[in-house]
């Protein structure tokens, strides 16, 4: 199995990517946009927050990094470099 990686500019695709780790869970899809607007209004405070209700609505530590790497590449405007796997 070979590692790649891709970079994303875009962010309709870097949110796409971030639904599809959210699994359509509605609760953690509005905390995560939460995040990424306060952040973005420096709000953070209320950023903090919703970082720490994030970080324990999700015990899965792989998987909150993976929401925050690309989380904050949205706030960042930065491009996303990121890992897949062929089989």
């Known amino acids: 199995m070979d590692n790649k990686t891709i970079i994303?500019?875009?962010?309709?695709?870097k949110?796409?990517?971030?639904?599809?780790?959210?699994?359509n869970d509605k609760i953690l899809e509005t905390i995560v946009s939460n995040l990424i607007d306060y952040c973005?209004?420096?709000?953070y405070n209320l950023a903090e927050e919703c970082?720490?209700?994030?970080?324990t609505k999700?015990?899965?530590l792989k998987l909150f990094n993976k929401i925050i790497k690309i989380s904050l590449s949205i706030i960042d405007n930065?491009?996303?470099e990121w890992n897949i796997k062929n089989k």
Not at 51 to 55: A, E, G
């Open 78 to 80: 930065s491009p996303l």
């Open 51 to 55: 970082f720490l209700i994030l970080k």
């Open 58 to 60: 999700i015990s899965d």
């Open 8 to 13: 994303i500019y875009k962010e309709y695709e």
């Open 40 to 43: 973005i209004d420096e709000k």
């Open 15 to 23: 949110i796409s990517l971030l639904e599809n780790y959210l699994n």
